[in-house]
């Protein structure tokens, strides 16, 4: 059984900054892709930012490029966004999204956090 739990939305003016942070936990053999996307009200899910294991191969939504950074603590099975610059169309709920294993012989599956609102004012 594996569980991702993700922490530090809130309500920030514009310009504002927040770190997101979500834990994996469970039974967890391996885990190849972490990463946050988010959903405002009325829109689909889009990816906001991944990150393989080691950290240096990383993907970013063109909308929050120079303004948010992902990164992980493989020891602790989590992974951060830090967002900076906040912009109002930032507001969204933000998922945590993790490709994990839970055997060395079974294909990886993807599992989900609850989510953390984040609201950004004007």
């Known amino acids: 059984q594996v569980q991702l739990v993700e922490s530090g939305g809130g309500l920030v003016q514009a310009g504002g900054s927040l770190r997101l942070s979500c834990a994996a936990s469970?039974?967890?053999?391996?885990?190849?892709?972490m990463g946050w996307y988010r959903q405002a009200p009325g829109q689909q899910r889009e990816l906001v930012a991944s990150?393989?294991?080691?950290?240096?191969?990383?993907r970013y939504a063109d909308s929050v490029k120079g303004r948010f950074t992902i990164s992980r603590d493989n020891a602790k099975n989590t992974v951060y966004l830090q967002m900076n610059s906040l912009k109002p169309e930032d507001t969204a709920v933000y998922y945590c999204?993790?490709?994990?294993?839970?055997?060395?012989?079974?294909?990886?599956?993807?599992?989900w956090g609850q989510g953390t609102q984040v609201t950004v004012s004007s």
């Open positions: 999204n993790a490709l994990i294993s839970t055997s060395r012989r079974l294909q990886a599956n993807n599992y």
């Open positions: 469970g039974s967890i053999f391996s885990i190849n892709v």
């Open positions: 990150a393989t294991t080691s950290g240096t191969s990383t």
